[in-house]
């Protein structure tokens, strides 16, 4: 059974939730330079077309400056062509639990890039959160 | 080979200090010296472990500063950052600077200046090691502690009570602490009540930010006794480095770096698990001591909770964990900790522990940078 369920939307504008494979198979996201065998990506996977599973998630209270309070988060597996990939983004909601499937939902912005101590200018604040799969 | 001994050791009161970072480490490193009776222009090498002066307080050269401010002009001074873990990596490389003949009298001191921040801003600092991956999402240091706490629960059914039960011990060690930030115990149920920080895991399950600094002195050991009667030598350190990004690990409960850095200082030492009489860890979270007493081989992969449980870490337990009181009472002082570590086990190993003594010939340091991102173990013995 594939776990994909979606196929990508060519007219939305959202960019891809974007992780990498290596020629040893394994796919990593976010995407290195490098992978696993010290060797470059052959090519780029859009997990936003995929559901994952829940392998675990906390809701945070003491959040920096800038970040959502509660800020509930989540460890999450994907499985891309019978290989496995994990993920780390915020959750739609606490009502999930270890084992829930999910899917990634898109957010353009995840976070005030300027309430921070990170250059706003040094990365990208635009994700994918993840809702309890429909 | 010349093994590095350690001839001197001293750390200032941790919690809320009114100093910045330079009068703090120059506290410590004035205090080591004395305890020595050396000079700072005795000194070949001065390290000082710290991992954001520039962030927290705008002052950034503090290895320079404070080697000034020792008068211990013009010895080799170089600062080590290396996040939470920068006291561990300080004294590797105090102990590399000894071990290689570089020099022969080298002072470390680690220091940290936090408390002036509000908390949000001081947790902002500290996730700014994140990659940006995972910063974009707001994800803490905290947070992965929630995360992991609520996996290993869930993988090793084990009770929540568990993790309490760390902040319960090591509450009460850190009363024996006069150095320590909190010197007094909690029960249970105040750890069960407090608020939630990072579901499952509650205000008392998390570290207090903390101001302090602390300092040891190494030398050759077969000049240690020109120092000090008493003395301990670092027989094994190891440091190793695991993935950047924190969710990429195989097993979210094992931590790599912990069996890594292990595997080099017991090799070195000639050791193994069971040898260790006494041991620090990282217990920035109460999650964290279970991962690493399972990592350094004390317990089975997932049956650290039990050995909590079963009061086999007390400090009249078989293997007494962070009789310090751990960074959980006794604070964490970012840069400070990892040299903390080692004080404690020092002054067990020369006997001068006070109400806090075990019986110990060898002891072990486990600082943790990151969420496992980097770390530093050391073992030690006591001096012949």
């Known amino acids: 059974m594939s776990d994909r369920q979606k196929t990508h939307d060519a007219e939305s504008d959202e960019p891809p939730m974007e992780a990498a494979r290596y020629p040893d198979g394994s796919i990593l996201y976010p995407a290195h330079p490098l992978g696993p065998d010290g060797q470059e990506p052959v090519e780029m996977v859009d997990l936003s077309e995929y559901r994952a599973t829940v392998v675990t998630w906390t809701t945070s209270t003491a959040t ?3 970040v959502r309070e509660p800020n509930h988060l989540a460890i999450v597996e994907f499985t891309v062509d019978g290989e496995s990939v994990r993920a780390i983004g915020q ?27 990170r250059d706003p200018e040094s990365q990208s604040w635009d994700g994918y959160r993840f809702r309890p799969a429909e | 080979m010349d093994r590095v001994a350690i001839v001197g050791a001293s750390m200032t009161q941790f919690g809320q200090r009114e100093g910045w970072i330079r009068e703090l480490l120059a506290e410590a490193g004035r205090d080591c010296l004395a305890n020595a009776g050396i000079d700072g ?3 070949e090498h001065l ?8 962030e927290f307080e705008g002052q950034t050269g503090v290895a320079n500063a404070v080697a000034h401010d020792l008068d211990a002009l013009p010895a080799y001074t170089a600062r080590i950052d290396q996040t939470s873990s920068s006291g561990g990596a300080g ?11 570089a020099s022969d009298l080298t002072l470390l001191i680690g220091g940290e200046k936090m408390t002036h921040r509000s908390t949000a ?6 996730a700014s090691l994140t990659h940006p991956a995972e ?8 947070s992965f502690a929630g995360l992991t706490a609520r996996r290993y629960l869930h993988q090793y059914d084990a009770p929540r009570e568990s993790l309490a039960k760390v902040a319960v011990k090591n509450h009460k060690n850190g009363v024996d602490n006069p150095h320590a930030q909190f010197q007094k115990e909690v029960d249970l149920e105040t750890v069960m009540e407090s608020p939630i920080v990072a579901d499952p895991l509650r205000l008392y399950d998390f570290c207090p930010i903390t101001d302090g600094s602390a300092a ?17 030598v670092i027989s094994g350190i190891g440091g190793a480095t695991d993935t950047h990004v924190v969710h990429e690990r195989a097993d979210p409960t094992v931590m790599g770096g912990v069996v890594d850095s292990s595997t080099i200082a017991y090799e070195q030492a000639g050791l193994g698990p069971d040898d260790i009489d006494v041991a620090e860890l990282h217990d920035m979270f109460t999650i964290l001591e279970f991962l690493q007493s399972e990592g350094l081989g004390f317990f089975e992969q997932g049956e650290g909770w039990k050995a909590v449980d079963e009061g086999v870490t007390d400090r009249d337990g078989d293997l007494p964990i962070n009789t310090s009181g751990g960074l959980k009472s006794k604070g964490h002082p970012l840069g400070a900790s990892g040299v903390a570590q080692v004080y404690e086990i020092y002054k067990q190993l020369t006997g001068t522990a006070g109400p806090r003594q075990v019986d110990a010939e060898t002891g072990l340091a486990c600082n943790v940078g990151g969420f496992g991102n980097c770390v530093i173990t050391t073992i030690m013995e006591a001096g012949q």
């Open chain 2, 121 to 126: 801003e001081a947790t902002d600092v500290i």
């Open chain 2, 91 to 101: 004294v590797h490389s105090a102990w590399q600077s000894v071990a290689s003949g």
């Open chain 2, 216 to 232: 040891l002195l190494m030398c050759p050991e077969s000049v240690a006794s020109e120092y000090a009667d008493e003395y301990a």
């Open chain 1, 64 to 66: 920096p400056p800038g």
């Open chain 2, 47 to 54: 390290y000082v472990s710290n991992m954001a002066s520039g």
């Open chain 2, 41 to 43: 222009d005795d000194l």
């Open chain 2, 135 to 142: 910063y974009k999402h707001g994800v803490t240091l905290p």
């Open chain 1, 91 to 117: 959750l739609t909601t606490d009502e999930v639990a270890i084992g829930d499937a999910v899917e990634p939902v898109y957010a353009p912005e995840l976070r005030d890039p300027d309430a921070g101590i």
